[in-house]
């Protein structure tokens, strides 16, 4: 909503997706066990770029660059590596991700940005996989390791779900569905993982602190609180009435062939 001046994501959220720490952790892990020295990992979509520098944390001898269309997250990311020491091998770019030429790269991540390559999320419509996956493996040398972690349908969807979302039951694929797009696309599965109900309840929690943020900061006749406090409810109800169980979040561990 635009208006009041809510708190930033990253105050409440490690990630900008249904993606515990641990396996962050373990992502990263994979990640940088593929990494030669010197060699660089790209972030699309990196938000505040947390999982690029937990790359750059298990692969010393990395590089690491990231791109986002929102210049607040990249700025909290530039903060987040010089608090680490990490700045002096990290580049963060505010701008279209479909225009990063950095590359072919030995590592990538494309964690819920698919729609860098497509219409915006906010349009509803589906992302268009086809094109994020060859733009995908145009930006990488054969053998690299990429995550391309996205929203999928876990059970096929429900009505009370596509309601809370864009209304379509072809806004998503289901987790074998995209496995096999991709693997069309000059890519192997290398592993598959879906993201628990506690990464989803975490994730939904804390993108709903915020609202409860401001609310808890300002007078309850403040003139933006009802509808500060709707946002609240509204996304609680479409998560719990809605898409929770049923829209999911993939995992996808790629090698380029
Ligand atoms: C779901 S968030 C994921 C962020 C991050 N990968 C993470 O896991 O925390 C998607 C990100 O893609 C960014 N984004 C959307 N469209 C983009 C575009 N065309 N170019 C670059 N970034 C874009 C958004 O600003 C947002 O930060």
Do not use: I, K
């Not at 990992?41 to 938000?47: F, I, N, P, R, T």
């Amino acid at each position: 909503m635009s208006g009041p001046e809510l708190p930033p994501l990253w105050r409440d959220l490690e990630f900008l997706a249904p993606m515990s720490p641990s396996r962050a952790d373990d992502l990263a892990r994979w990640v940088a066990d593929g990494l030669t020295d010197g060699g660089t990992v790209l972030d699309v979509g990196c938000g505040w770029a947390e999982l690029l520098l937990r790359v750059l944390e298990a692969a010393p001898r990395a590089v690491g660059a990231g791109v986002d269309l929102d210049a607040d997250r990249v700025e909290e990311g530039r903060r987040r590596a010089a608090a680490r020491g990490l700045a002096d091998r990290t580049r963060l770019l505010a701008g279209p991700g479909a225009e990063a030429v950095e590359g072919p790269v030995e590592a990538l991540l494309v964690v819920g940005a698919s729609q860098v390559w497509g219409p915006d999320v906010d349009e509803g419509l589906p992302l268009d996989h086809a094109a994020a996956l060859a733009a995908m493996r145009r930006q990488v040398v054969t053998g690299a390791r990429v995550v391309h972690a996205e929203a999928v349908w876990s059970v096929p969807p429900t009505p009370a779900a596509t309601a809370r979302l864009s209304g379509r039951d072809d806004e998503f694929l289901a987790p074998a569905a995209l496995a096999d797009l991709v693997a069309d696309h000059g890519f192997e599965v290398h592993a598959q993982e879906e993201a628990d109900l506690a990464e989803w309840d975490a994730f939904e929690a804390g993108f709903t602190a915020r609202w409860d943020r401001w609310l808890a900061d300002h007078p309850a006749d403040h003139p933006d609180a009802a509808a500060v406090s709707a946002a609240a409810a509204g996304q609680r109800a479409a998560y719990h009435q809605g898409y929770r169980g049923v829209l999911g979040f993939t995992f996808l561990r790629l090698v380029a062939v």
